[in-house]
């Protein structure tokens, strides 16, 4: 029966696990939760439709502390990772509010070097630390969230269907909440940046803010931000999520529960490092916007347009884009499934769902 349970889990991704599977009571191991079958309300019998075994983790799937530790990894996945590549944040923002003088990568580090030394180069890091911390709380633990919400919905038939279908609508949803979260820090961070002179950092920065434009000033570009943030975190999920499945699948010979911990994380960093590039393209004009908009008071999206143009907004700042957030979503992938198997929970992603047998 372990061994039948075992090869099940490899074909099951994640999402559908049951939750009572793993948890043990007095040493024994509790019976898993059946799907009913469709033809019956029985819940208590192995039906033609599958049984979903969790593996035997330290946490219970789907239960608060699961929720809770996507919380926890995701702050530290997003918030340590935008804080650590700030220097290229810095430089980006410059040169999509200032291509004139900020016209490459590298001259633009000579010139903020030049005029604001190393320290110029951490500007802004207080809001990025805790803005990204708040909007990776949201964004992690909302998705695992949403995700079983959804597929509870769909049923195990239509959510191993139209698995794809729902890790768009779980992150798109996640990423709604956790943008109301990331905005206001976010308008400090890109004045900090932009503007030298403005504000030291948070501390003098938000209130400067706050009384020359109200508290609706720290939310002026929350609708570019989800411009900008649901497209991309809709392409981060479900690009990952379809690329670590296919890695699994097609290019490594051993079964995910087979590989050693070390491998499952390359995998995530690799996955990762991809759905980043995606991501990116297809959220970079909204970045552009949402740069503008927070730089130039008063500003609107037809400004914005008229001043760098169509071509610009698709292609300003955006090699170090893709660097920086290929890299950047590597890493974070990394961090959270590194933190979810110090948990003892499993990675993220990996089998394709078996075929649902008709009743």
Same mark, same amino acid.
């Given at each position: 029966?372990?061994?039948?349970?075992?090869?099940?889990?490899?074909?099951?991704?994640?999402?559908?696990?049951?939750?009572?599977?793993?948890?043990?009571?007095?040493?024994?191991?509790?019976?898993?939760?059946?799907?009913?079958?469709?033809?019956?309300? *029985?819940?208590?019998?192995?039906?033609?439709?599958? +049984?979903?075994?969790?593996?035997?983790?330290?946490?219970?799937?789907?239960?608060?502390?699961?929720?809770?530790?996507?919380?926890?990894?995701?702050?530290?996945?997003?918030?340590?990772?935008?804080?650590?590549?700030?220097?290229? *944040?810095?430089?980006?923002?410059?040169?999509?509010?200032?291509?004139?003088?900020?016209?490459?990568?590298?001259?633009?580090?000579?010139? !903020?070097?030049?005029?604001?030394?190393?320290?110029?180069?951490?500007?802004?890091?207080?809001?990025?630390?805790?803005?990204?911390?708040?909007?990776?709380?949201?964004?992690?633990?909302?998705?695992?969230?949403?995700?079983?919400?959804?597929?509870?919905?769909?049923?195990?038939?239509?959510?191993?269907?139209?698995?794809?279908?729902?890790?768009?609508?779980?992150?798109?949803?996640?990423?709604?909440?956790?943008?109301?979260?990331?905005?206001?820090?976010?308008?400090?961070? +890109?004045?900090?940046?932009?503007?030298?002179?403005?504000?030291?950092?948070?501390?003098?920065?938000?209130?400067? @803010?706050?009384?020359?434009?109200?508290?609706?000033?720290?939310?002026?570009?929350?609708?570019?931000?989800?411009?900008?943030?649901?497209?991309?975190?809709?392409?981060?999920?479900?690009?990952?999520?379809?690329?670590?499945?296919?890695?699994?699948?097609?290019? @490594?010979?051993?079964?995910?529960?087979?590989?050693?911990?070390?491998?499952?994380?390359?995998?995530?960093?690799?996955?990762?490092?991809?759905?980043?590039?995606?991501?990116? @393209?297809?959220?970079?004009?909204? *970045?552009?916007?949402?740069?503008?908009?927070?730089?130039?008071?008063?500003?609107?999206?037809? *400004?914005?347009?008229?001043?760098?143009? +169509?071509?610009?907004?698709?292609?300003?700042?955006?090699?170090?884009?893709?660097?920086?957030?290929?890299? !950047?979503?590597?890493?974070?992938?990394? @961090?959270?499934?590194?933190?979810? +198997?110090?948990?003892?929970?499993?990675?993220?992603?990996?089998?394709?769902?078996?075929?649902?047998?008709?009743?």
């Amino acid at each position: 029966m372990a061994k039948n349970e075992n090869s099940c889990q490899s074909l099951i991704p994640s999402f559908l696990y049951s939750s009572s599977v793993g948890s043990r009571n007095g040493g024994v191991l509790q019976q898993p939760k059946l799907w009913p079958s469709s033809n019956s309300g *029985d819940h208590g019998v192995l039906s033609e439709n599958f +049984v979903i075994p969790a593996p035997m983790e330290k946490i219970e799937m789907y239960s608060p502390t699961f929720y809770m530790a996507c919380t926890a990894g995701g702050i530290l996945s997003c918030g340590l990772t935008h804080t650590a590549i700030t220097p290229l *944040d810095v430089v980006k923002c410059n040169m999509q509010i200032d291509p004139s003088k900020y016209k490459t990568v590298s001259s633009g580090f000579g010139v !903020l070097l030049k005029e604001q030394g190393v320290r110029g180069f951490f500007r802004g890091w207080a809001p990025t630390l805790l803005g990204y911390s708040a909007q990776g709380a949201c964004k992690y633990g909302f998705y695992e969230f949403f995700k079983k919400y959804y597929s509870d919905i769909a049923g195990p038939e239509y959510a191993a269907k139209y698995k794809t279908l729902i890790y768009l609508a779980g992150s798109a949803s996640a990423e709604i909440i956790a943008d109301v979260a990331l905005c206001p820090m976010e308008a400090v961070k +890109v004045r900090v940046q932009t503007q030298p002179g403005f504000a030291r950092g948070l501390a003098d920065g938000m209130p400067k @803010i706050v009384r020359a434009q109200g508290y609706s000033g720290l939310y002026k570009g929350i609708v570019p931000l989800w411009g900008r943030q649901i497209p991309y975190t809709m392409m981060k999920f479900a690009s990952f999520e379809t690329i670590v499945e296919q890695l699994y699948k097609n290019v @490594i010979p051993t079964p995910k529960d087979q590989c050693s911990k070390t491998l499952q994380l390359g995998v995530s960093f690799a996955g990762g490092y991809a759905a980043g590039i995606l991501c990116s @393209i297809v959220s970079h004009p909204a *970045d552009n916007l949402v740069s503008f908009l927070n730089n130039a008071k008063g500003a609107t999206a037809g *400004d914005a347009v008229r001043q760098l143009g +169509v071509w610009g907004l698709f292609t300003r700042g955006l090699p170090l884009r893709l660097f920086m957030i290929g890299t !950047l979503t590597g890493a974070q992938w990394v @961090i959270y499934d590194a933190f979810k +198997v110090f948990v003892g929970l499993p990675t993220t992603g990996g089998a394709a769902p078996a075929p649902v047998a008709k009743a």
